[in-house]
């Protein structure tokens, strides 16, 4: 046997061969920061289980907001954490609430250099922890749309530039459709979460979201893992109902999902690296077992090559720094 006729190696040898060759770009373009705010001035908590985020009042994350616009990063998602929390999820739909105000804030401050994503659930919101109204232990469909809608409304009024319904109650994304283009609101998108699992990888969120659920789980809302032709109809029902693009989550665990979806659907698609896979991340790497920024970026670029021309990550400003150089 001679020597192979195909070389592979000839375009690996150095680090511009392989840029030149590279199939896979990732940019700061790709990237939406997920952001908490909460009620207060000046507050600035530390989220145990997420190291360098923060639970932020609204001086403190507009303050924050002006590094991720310096870096290009294009787009922050807000979840809310109120003062007070009751069964109906009220402050979901209060214009004077922590998201409401900071939208307000921040389109004041840097206009259309960042776009604003609101979260739309009432899981921050209710006293019990789940995403819609419940009576009698269960989480009622269609009675939830009309609280989410609300939400969803107030949102844009306070100029969201897009609103992302995560609840995975049937029918919502319709319902919030109609009800924002009867409002006046018909060039606001819907990213909806279209295809979210419930998945054992959102921990350090429900710390950070204070969104617990206080009894029960969300497994008979939320997609089930072993799914996937499931999730290509809640995606294709999503689009059919006016969404303007359809996310995974969680990324990584679920790859397989977003590739099948990239092949199947011509709109932009989305995906969450959540805060369990970035926990994961970070920890391997504070004990010194993982390359912290080689297994983040690979992570990422991982993410992308699935198919996803958008990623929600708490990596971003790491990762944006990074492409910077």
Same mark, same amino acid.
């Given at each position: 046997m001679g020597f192979p006729e195909h070389r592979m190696r000839r375009l690996r040898r150095t680090e511009t061969l392989r840029r030149m060759v590279r199939e896979t770009r990732l940019s700061v373009d790709? $990237? !939406?920061?997920?952001?908490?705010?909460?009620?207060? @001035?000046?507050?600035?908590?530390?989220i145990g289980s997420m190291p360098g985020h923060f639970q932020l009042s609204v001086d403190e994350l507009v303050k924050e907001c002006r590094e991720v616009v310096d870096l290009g990063i294009p787009a922050v998602i807000l979840f809310g954490i109120p003062e007070h929390k009751d069964p109906l999820?009220?402050?979901?739909?209060? *214009?004077?609430?922590p998201v409401q105000r900071a939208v307000r804030a921040l389109k004041k401050e840097y206009g259309d250099a960042l776009v604003v994503i609101t979260d739309?659930?009432?899981?921050?919101?209710?006293? +019990?922890?789940?995403?819609?109204?419940?009576?009698? &232990? @269960?989480? #009622?469909?269609?009675?939830? #749309?009309?609280?989410?809608?609300?939400?969803?409304?107030? +949102? =844009?009024?306070?100029?969201? *530039? /897009?609103? =992302?319904?995560?609840? /995975?109650?049937?029918?919502?994304? &319709?319902?919030?459709? *109609?009800e924002l283009d009867e409002a006046g609101f018909e060039d606001v998108p819907i990213l909806a979460y279209a295809a979210k699992f419930a998945s054992?990888?959102? &921990?350090? $969120?429900?710390?950070?979201?204070?969104?617990?659920?206080?009894? &029960? *789980?969300?497994?008979?809302? @939320?997609?089930d893992p072993p799914n996937a032709r499931e999730a290509l109809v809640?995606?294709?029902?999503?689009?059919?109902e006016g969404a303007d693009i359809l996310m995974v989550k969680p990324a990584g665990p679920y790859l397989d999902i977003l590739r099948v979806a990239r092949e199947e659907f011509d709109c932009? #698609? =989305?995906?969450? @690296?959540?805060?369990?896979? $970035? =926990? /994961?991340?970070?920890?391997?790497?504070r004990l010194g077992w993982v390359d912290?920024?080689?297994? /983040?970026?690979?992570? #990422?670029?991982? !993410?992308?090559?699935?198919?996803?021309?958008?990623i929600l990550t708490y990596f971003a400003k790491d990762a944006a720094r990074i492409l910077r150089g």
């Open positions: 790709d $990237f !939406i920061l997920p952001m908490f705010v909460t009620h207060g @001035q000046g507050v600035r908590n530390p999820g009220t402050a979901a739909y209060d *214009d004077k609430a739309v659930c009432l899981c921050e919101y209710t006293d +019990h922890g789940h995403c819609g109204m419940v009576e009698k &232990g @269960q989480v #009622l469909n269609d009675a939830t #749309l009309e609280l989410l809608a609300k939400e969803a409304v107030s +949102h =844009a009024r306070a100029g969201a *530039d /897009m609103v =992302a319904p995560s609840d /995975m109650m049937d029918g919502r994304v &319709g319902f919030i459709r *109609d054992g990888y959102y &921990g350090p $969120f429900r710390d950070a979201a204070e969104s617990a659920p206080k009894f &029960g *789980d969300r497994r008979s809302y @939320q997609m809640e995606m294709t029902l999503d689009l059919e932009p #698609l =989305a995906a969450y @690296q959540v805060s369990g896979e $970035f =926990a /994961m991340i970070e920890a391997a790497a912290r920024e080689r297994v /983040m970026m690979e992570s #990422l670029v991982g !993410i992308r090559r699935a198919g996803a021309d958008l």
